[in-house]
């Protein structure tokens, strides 16, 4: 069975400012791990994933993400938050089976 | 490429009613669907998992006979919520994996359901 850990329910930074939300994840099988956001009342859009290969990805609006296998870890970044970049994020993985998720981290940019 | 959509965005019904929720993969055939249940700044539950006219698996606490699900065509899925009341309202998420990227969920719009 596989579980993700969000270590932060809420992170505020200021706009052009660097962020990162934390992730980790245990599991006893290889996993794939994904960081979805989430705006108010809509679903989920992939923002990046980690199949296999260099375990540094590249995802849309400037997200990146390490995978780390020997912490378990998989934190997401991006280097200049915007003000559009306040949502919900979730970190979940899934040994192709459903996906398992965090219980997200609200970031908020602050003007 | 990857696109799910889902309808009715919004439902508002009174208790006793049933409500259907649609959820469409537009660009690629889902061999598998999931739908998914979200509270209020909550994150998202899993309801269950159907793959293509197959019965659905249901997680653990959801009552088959109230969310029926049914996964007729490889492009449609359908969450039947019979005999809505006030606590069936919720934010309900349908996902979709197949086609070339079999490992990677894609998520519709979501159907904010309101039962009075």
């Known amino acids: 069975a596989q579980s993700v850990t969000q270590l932060d329910s809420q992170v505020p930074v200021f706009e052009e400012a660097p962020v990162e939300l934390r992730c980790n994840y245990s599991s006893s099988v290889s996993v794939y791990l994904f960081w979805y956001v989430q705006y108010p009342n809509q679903g989920l859009q992939l923002l990046l994933k980690?199949?296999?290969?260099?375990?540094l990805v590249k995802g849309i609006n400037g997200f990146e993400a390490e995978f780390n296998k020997s912490q378990t870890s998989f934190h997401l970044r991006k280097p200049s938050v915007h003000i559009s970049d306040t949502a919900e994020y979730f970190c979940a993985c899934s040994g192709n089976t459903p996906l398992v998720f965090g219980k997200g981290t609200r970031l908020s940019v602050i003007a | 490429g990857a696109v799910v959509s889902q309808h009715p965005s919004w439902v508002i019904c009174k208790s006793g009613t049933s409500v259907k929720i649609e959820c469409r993969s537009l660009d690629f055939q889902a061999t598998t669907m999931f739908w998914y249940r979200q509270f209020p700044k909550q994150s998202l539950m899993l309801m269950a998992t159907?793959?293509?006219?197959?019965?659905?698996?249901?997680e653990q606490g959801v009552e088959k006979d109230k969310f029926l699900i049914n996964h007729a065509s490889l492009t449609l899925s359908t969450l039947t919520v019979t005999s809505a009341h006030p606590e069936d309202s919720s934010f309900y998420i349908c996902?979709?994996?197949?086609?070339?990227?079999?490992?990677?969920?894609?998520f519709g719009p979501g159907t904010r359901l309101l039962v009075l």
């Open positions: 159907s793959n293509e006219g197959s019965k659905a698996t249901y």
């Open positions: 996902s979709a994996r197949g086609g070339t990227g079999v490992e990677t969920q894609y």
């Open positions: 980690y199949l296999s290969g260099s375990t």
